[in-house]
């Protein structure tokens, strides 16, 4: 069974810091994926960042990048110069290649103070 | 604006009574995914079906059903609610092989 952790339901950081959301997995899955979905306070769930795991480079878009080691099952958000618009919850998942179901972790709330 | 359309975007209800969301997934996904938020918590896989076959099962209670008709969209049914079945009702599709889900702007149920 897959299961995704989140250790921090809460963080802060000041405007136009840099802040790391940290993320463990475990998976029996050779190849899988892993991602950071945001929930700002419309509800709706935006995807962040994806990792192929048979990927040896981090993954980068934009402010966000991760940090993916994969002996260690840890998937780090990084999100560099916070915005005010990046307050949410971001929430980690994983999930096997093929159209397979994602298991979400617990999440954690971030707050941007200006 | 993700292609995954959920109806209703909100809905109250009675405990006792039963009620239908519905989803339709972006053009040419064949998998359907249905997920439970509850208030402030992460989101619970209920149960996904792909090209109207039921593919993978969570941990949806006996009295929520689902199906996926041959025109893709799918059905969430909820029946018997209780106070607890309040929560947002997420449905997600998916067509591809790296595994993204993209989500509906979910349903959000509130029994009293």
Redesign the interface.
Known sequence: AQTVTQSQPEMSVQEAETVTLSCTYDTSESDYYLFWYKQPPSRQMILVIRQEAYKQQNATENRFSVNFQKAAKSFSLKISDSQLGDAAMYFCASGPAGAQKLVFGQGTRLTINP | D?GVTQTPKHLITATGQRVTLRCSPRSGD??V?W?QQSLD???Q?LI?Y?NGEE??K?NILERFSAQQFPDLHSELNLSSLELGDSA?Y?C?S??????????G??S?LTVL
């Open positions: 993700s064949l998998s995914y997920y918590q992460g989101l896989f996904q792909y593919r993978a969570g947002l997420f997600a998916s067509g591809t092989i790296t595994g993204e889900l993209f989500f702007e979910g959000r």
